[in-house]
T-cell receptor, first 113, second 111 residues
Framework: KAGVTQTPRYLIKTRGQQVTLSCSPI?????VSWYQQTPGQGLQFLFE???????NKGNFPGRFSGRQFSNSRSEMNVSTLELGDSALYLC????????????FGPGTRLTVT | DQQVKQNSPSLSVQEGRISILNCDYTNSMFDYFLWYKKYPAEGPTFLIS?????DKNEDGRFTVFLNKSAKHLSLHIVPSQPGDSAVYFCAALFGNEKLTFGTGTRLTIIP
């Protein structure tokens, strides 16, 4: 079974731009969660999608948004990028949304200059 | 407010010795705890977990201890091997809430 894939793996953007990251979950998994990892902050939960609906949301500003398609693939969008948005963005998928059964992708490294 | 804390950002241990990674939490409602391991350029992978009704769970070289009264858990790796060099995250769960992760500890095993 193929694992969770994320594209692109690396991205460099300029302040003020917007960016879209993509996540393809493991086949059959309906839940996709997104996390931001920064040094000193660990992994912070952004949001979770289940069957195309946002089911949970973390404490991030409205510049961070996401969506999920009928094939469970998910995209995350960040508008008006700030320097502090530089981070590793991880997505994780699970069949039912149970967190202790989730599998992580390799992440997208976003650098904002 | 960091509800799950890993106060040691890094740890170096000689190969063959015991590695002990620590994690403290503040929310007494957490009822399930997990450890993840992360290599560079890869996502975190699940390592071992423990329910709050237990105080110890063992899986091969890995043992997790939970001290509920102290709100403290630790991961023991015995014996430590070079392949154990990675960043370790502890995480806590309450009911259907999302996982709350610690900040991570970078473990380096010295050959």
């Amino acid at each position: 079974k193929a694992g969770v894939t994320q594209t692109p793996r690396y991205l460099i953007k300029t302040r003020g731009q917007q960016v879209t990251l993509s996540c393809s979950p493991i086949s059959g998994h309906r839940s996709v969660s997104w996390y931001q990892q920064t040094p000193g902050q660990g992994l912070q939960f952004l949001f979770e999608y289940f069957s195309e609906t946002q089911r949970n949301k973390g404490n991030f500003p409205g510049r961070f948004s996401g969506r999920q398609f009928s094939n469970s693939r998910s995209e995350m969008n960040v508008s008006t990028l700030e320097l502090g948005d530089s981070a590793l963005y991880l997505c994780a998928s699970s069949f039912s949304g149970t967190d202790y059964e989730q599998y992580f992708g390799p992440g997208t490294r976003l650098t904002v200059t | 407010d960091q509800q799950v804390k890993q106060n040691s950002p890094s740890l170096s241990v000689q190969e063959g010795r015991i590695s002990i990674l620590n994690c403290d939490y503040t929310n007494s409602m957490f009822d399930y705890f997990l450890w993840y391991k992360k290599y560079p350029a890869e996502g975190p992978t699940f390592l071992i977990s423990i329910s709050s009704i237990k105080d110890k769970n063992e899986d091969g070289r890995f043992t997790v201890f939970l001290n509920k009264s102290a709100k403290h858990l630790s991961l023991h790796i015995v014996p430590s091997q070079p392949g154990d060099s990675a960043v370790y995250f502890c995480a806590a769960l309450f009911g259907n809430e999302k996982l709350t992760f610690g900040t991570g500890t970078r473990l380096t095993i010295i050959p």
